[in-house]
């Protein structure tokens, strides 16, 4: 595999922020720290449907958003539907056929959100906050509902692309505002899938669409806009925005098939970089001062990887693709800037709906056909190159790590445990027994872990 490495030396990189100390809260989609978490013995690392399972409960509808929690309070939405004929998922990469695998929805829905209980997994309340048959079409391995909620201990913010609904909610279920931000089709039909970030007061809201791609900031305590940014992409991201706060500046970076944008407060351009692939689904996450941003549709011809440090300006590509295809050699024209930000890249080395995981000092790929790959987080330098988990599993869910341990969650529910470091060792596998794609929560020493059609609290018994 073809690397290139620019500027190592002199780059003055920080050492990576400390993984969430308390273990009350996982606030956001991959946690304050992108799955990586504190070590904490009371954290298991077997289970199955029996085996150290706190509670498990039924979970209506059809939806892949992750759960968040804050103290005893465990969050997750879900859109349910009046039909009984609804197209259900099956796992796997498949031929899409010729409506790219997109699907309608037969019935009506209702868009829930849910408060359950930490301890004891009772349904602390549930709101309904729109009822409809949805306009859009969906992949047929998408739901209605797989944004993740994101919260800041006074309210809990969801976002439903589907329905062009934006809402909070405070923590005894009441709603506070909602605004209607649109509801737009994706170029290839398949919903929405991108998450709200939330910072300083202000909820972020991105939106790639065929209409009008758009960036919004709100404000967390009305709903009302502080700014909302047009945006010249092709159609489909789904991609969270990330809130990164550097050694020089906060800015939100957004990934996306047409290219990288990295704002300002104000939703001005910082930076951009080009050279994404097909679809871009995995969000961007922050390690040791660095920004790591890929993106990659299999069999695509730019698969890449990049790890960006802070101050960056302008266009900072490096990989550019030629709109008339491939030309020879790899990856057809590429551009080199003399001064480009861009630490370590790799063109084939990305991931279709995984997110990478920095674990350590090792940034980990799990490849969707099952596949880990190991790197040095700071560098780029190659630790093992793929390994296989196991034949016929297919992968969606973003990896976690804890306690010295990487954890990958297959879509047919199966957790495989492997040994963190540089030498790739499986431990065990964890079954459920159903199929899975929404990346779990940890915290307080507990994995919320949530399948097709349950939720489980998993956590030591003995």
């Known amino acids: 595999m073809k690397r290139i490495l620019i500027g190592i030396l002199g780059i003055g990189v920080l050492l990576a922020p400390a993984p969430d100390a308390a273990g009350q809260h996982w606030p956001q989609f991959r946690g304050l720290n992108a799955g990586s978490v504190a070590d904490d013995p009371a954290l298991p690392d077997r289970w199955s449907e029996t085996e150290n399972i706190a509670w498990k409960i039924d979970m ?27 197209v259900q998922p099956i796992p796997g990469l498949y031929d899409p056929g010729e409506h ?61 692309g589907a329905i062009g609904l934006v809402a909070a909610l405070d923590f005894e279920g009441e709603e506070v505002w909602r605004r209607d931000v649109g509801t737009f089709n994706t170029m290839q039909a398949m919903a929405t899938a991108s998450s709200p970030a939330l910072h300083d007061g202000r909820l972020y809201v991105l939106n790639d669409n065929t209409t009008q ?31 990164w706060e550097n050694s020089l500046r906060t800015e939100i970076v957004t990934a996306a098939t047409g290219r990288v944008r990295s704002y300002d407060l104000d939703g001005e351009v910082l930076w951009e970089l080009g050279g994404m692939s097909l679809l871009t689904t995995p969000s961007p996450f922050t390690s040791h001062g660095l920004v790591y941003i890929s993106s990659g549709y299999p069999g695509g011809a730019l698969r890449p990887v990049y790890a960006i440090q802070p101050g960056a300006a302008g266009d900072i590509s490096i990989y550019q693709e030629v709109a008339s295809g491939l030309q020879e050699g790899f990856p057809g024209s590429r551009t080199y800037s003399q001064d480009s930000h861009v630490v370590w890249a790799y063109p084939l080395l990305g991931t279709y709906n995984t997110t990478a995981l920095v674990y350590g000092d090792i940034y980990y790929t799990l490849l969707d056909r099952g596949f880990l790959l190991a790197h040095d987080a700071a560098t780029g330098e190659e630790i093992y190159g793929r390994r296989r988990l196991e034949i016929g599993n297919g992968f969606t869910a973003s990896p976690w790590g804890y306690n010295g341990k990487i954890f990958l969650l297959s879509e047919d529910g199966d957790t495989f445990v492997v040994k963190a470091g540089p030498e790739f060792e499986i431990l065990h596998k964890n079954p459920l027994n159903e199929m899975a794609l929404a990346t779990p929560a940890v915290a307080r020493g507990s994995v919320i872990l949530r399948t097709q059609s349950k939720l489980y609290r998993i956590a030591r018994t003995e």
């Open 213 to 243: 791609s758009f960036f919004t900031a709100l404000d967390a305590a009305t709903g009302e806009d502080v700014w909302r940014v047009e945006r010249d992409e092709p159609g489909h991201t789904w991609s969270t925005p990330l809130v």
């Open 60 to 86: 209506p509808g059809l939806s892949w958003s992750s759960p968040i929690v804050w103290g005893d309070h465990i969050f997750v939405t879900t859109a349910v539907s009046a039909a009984d004929d609804e």
């Open 100 to 160: 790219n695998g997109s699907v309608p929805a037969n019935g009506e829905h209702r868009w829930l959100v849910y408060d359950i209980d930490f301890e004891t997994g009772a349904v602390r309340w549930v709101r309904e906050l729109h009822r409809a048959v949805p306009d859009i079409t969906r992949h047929l391995k998408n739901s209605y509902a797989s944004e993740t909620p994101v919260t800041d201990g006074e309210r809990v913010y969801v976002y439903f």
